[in-house]
């Protein structure tokens, strides 16, 4: 399971004009299911989305995480960050989980995320999304579980 993970000052999701998700400070996160991914995937990428050191502290190190700052979380499925791009011009979506699993495996997240932290949104999954995003820093990290 990947996470790009963005700290960001602000950002919202929409699908067909409606925003369906959105976040003030905190992390947008673009996730990612792949064929092998578990529930335990899943545990395990939002304890590192969570606890993750992005933002800074007093004297401007990255010492402080989701948690630490009271941020908000915006999931967002994204299987395309999943894709083989090592040959060619074009993208194989071969490593990426099929749609059931994807969904399913998001969905668990999405749960488990929102019954342990305070703010917490998403996108709609397999839907065409407009994501919007003030990026902080700009701060990116692709974490992966």
């Known amino acids: 399971m990947k996470g790009l993970l963005q700290r960001v000052r602000g950002a919202r999701v ?5 925003i369906v998700g959105a976040v003030d400070q905190g992390l947008l ?3 990612a299911v792949e064929p092998g991914d578990t529930r335990a995937s899943a ?4 304890h590192k989305l969570l606890n993750y050191r992005v933002f800074s502290d007093a004297e401007g190190k990255m010492n402080l995480s ?9 999931l967002v499925s994204q299987f395309t960050l999943a894709a083989d791009t090592k040959s060619g011009l074009r993208p194989s979506f071969s490593t990426a989980a099929p749609p059931a699993l994807g969904e399913e495996l998001f969905n668990y997240l999405l749960t488990q995320a929102k019954q342990v932290h305070g703010t917490v949104a998403s996108g709609r999954f397999g839907a065409d999304m407009q994501v919007h995003l003030v990026n902080d820093g700009p701060v990116t990290f692709l974490l992966q579980a």
């Open 14 to 18: 929409e699908v067909s004009g409606e």
């Open 29 to 31: 996160v673009l996730v």
């Open 43 to 46: 545990d395990k990428l939002l």
């Open 66 to 74: 989701l948690v630490d700052v009271g941020g908000g979380l915006l």
